[in-house]
């Protein structure tokens, strides 16, 4: 009984040490193509920046913010949400000036 157990041990350890250096071999050897291939996809589908999509971009912001103008001019709205949503606008800009600077260099 007790050889049968050493013998099942062995195999189970023969195969886990082989499980181990066939992941070894395909991490090794197949990863790098797998993360060129993740990488090509990922820039393949990145659309670049435009005037166009910078001045439509800009336009909708411009728009925005004189519909929210009026509102406040009629009184139909606070002066603190004008505020609020300005600011909120600002930051995002900020934020993503950097995505914009970035990809010019």
């Given at each position: 009984?007790?050889?049968?157990?050493?013998?099942?041990?062995?195999?189970t350890a023969?195969?886990?040490?082989?499980?181990?250096?066939?992941?070894?071999?395909?991490?090794?050897?197949n990863?790098?193509?797998?993360?060129?291939?993740?990488?090509?996809?990922?820039?393949?589908?990145?659309?670049?920046?435009?005037?166009?999509?910078i001045?439509?971009?800009?336009?909708?912001?411009?728009?925005?913010?004189?519909?929210?103008?009026i509102?406040?001019?009629?009184?139909?709205?606070?002066s603190?949400a004008?505020?609020?949503?300005?600011?909120?606008?600002?930051?995002?800009?900020?934020?993503?000036?950097?995505?914009i600077?970035?990809?010019?260099?």
């Amino acid at each position: 009984m007790d050889n049968k157990n050493n013998t099942s041990n062995e195999v189970t350890a023969n195969s886990e040490t082989n499980d181990l250096a066939q992941l070894r071999f395909l991490l090794k050897e197949n990863l790098p193509p797998i993360l060129k291939y993740m990488d090509d996809q990922r820039t393949k589908h990145t659309t670049p920046l435009t005037k166009f999509t910078i001045g439509s971009f800009l336009l909708v912001i411009a728009i925005i913010l004189i519909i929210i103008g009026i509102l406040v001019y009629s009184k139909l709205l606070e002066s603190s949400a004008f505020t609020f949503i300005v600011g909120t606008i600002l930051g995002y800009l900020f934020g993503i000036s950097k995505i914009i600077l970035s990809e010019d260099e």
